[in-house]
């Protein structure tokens, strides 16, 4: 069975520096997904990760992946108020279909 | 195009009862997901639907629930008999295919009495 382990679960950044958000993954997963979630909201898509190496970017937001090293980060550049959320990432266990969620890394950004 | 629809977003219960939770797909999407988010966690996988099959419902407890996706209108996620336990945001997702992303829809919040 997949598990997904993320880390940290807590993160209180301030503004105007950089951070990593790790995401590990027990076997091998097709594909990795981030999501953002805001307090009682549903949750945003923000990366899809098809292959070994592959890199996203979006805004203040990067993306990567190592297929061999089970490990997605997610890069945080210059963190602004507005990235305060929790912060998913997710695998595919199978080939298809359902999703593997880490627990979650809340982030707080304050100035 | 609308998104992912989900009624309704709150629903309260009590302990018992039925709870009706439903899903309409983004338009173009046969593939259907339920989630469920207890407080303070991550989301776990329940059920996978397309048009009148269940592919997988490893994720389902084996009693009180269960789920459809008919050929004709959404896609329902019943509860029997709720208890307190069964408090938590419930979420759909629908894809395109098997292997798309998928697109999350507001939740139902079901709260226990």
């Known amino acids: 069975e997949l598990k997904v382990e993320q880390n940290p679960l807590f993160l209180s950044m301030q503004e105007g520096k950089n951070y990593t958000i790790y995401c590990n993954y027990s076997t091998t997963s097709d594909r990795l997904y981030w999501y953002r979630q805001d307090p009682g909201k549903s949750l945003e898509s923000l990366f899809v990760l098809l292959s070994n190496g592959a890199v996203k970017q979006e805004g203040r937001l990067m993306a990567s992946l190592d297929t061999k090293a089970r490990l997605s980060t997610l890069h945080i550049t210059a963190a602004v108020h507005d990235l305060s959320a929790t912060y998913f990432c997710a695998g595919a266990p199978d080939s298809w279909g359902k999703l593997q969620f880490g627990a979650g890394t809340q982030v707080v950004v304050t100035p | 195009n609308a998104g992912v629809m989900q009624n309704p977003r709150h629903l309260v219960r009590r302990r018992g009862q039925e709870a009706r939770l439903r899903c309409s797909p983004m338009k173009g999407h046969s593939h259907v997901y339920w989630y469920r988010q207890l407080p303070e966690e991550g989301l776990k996988f329940m059920v996978y639907?397309?048009?009148?099959?269940?592919?997988?419902e490893s994720g389902m407890p084996k009693e009180r629930f269960s789920a459809e996706f008919p050929k004709e209108g959404p896609s329902i996620l019943r509860i029997q008999q709720v208890v307190r336990g069964d408090s938590a945001a419930y979420f759909c997702?629908?894809?395109?295919?098997?292997?798309?992303?998928?697109?999350f829809g507001p939740g139902t919040r079901l709260t226990v009495l």
């Open positions: 639907l397309q048009k009148e099959n269940i592919i997988d």
């Open positions: 997702a629908s894809s395109p295919s098997d292997r798309g992303g998928q697109f």
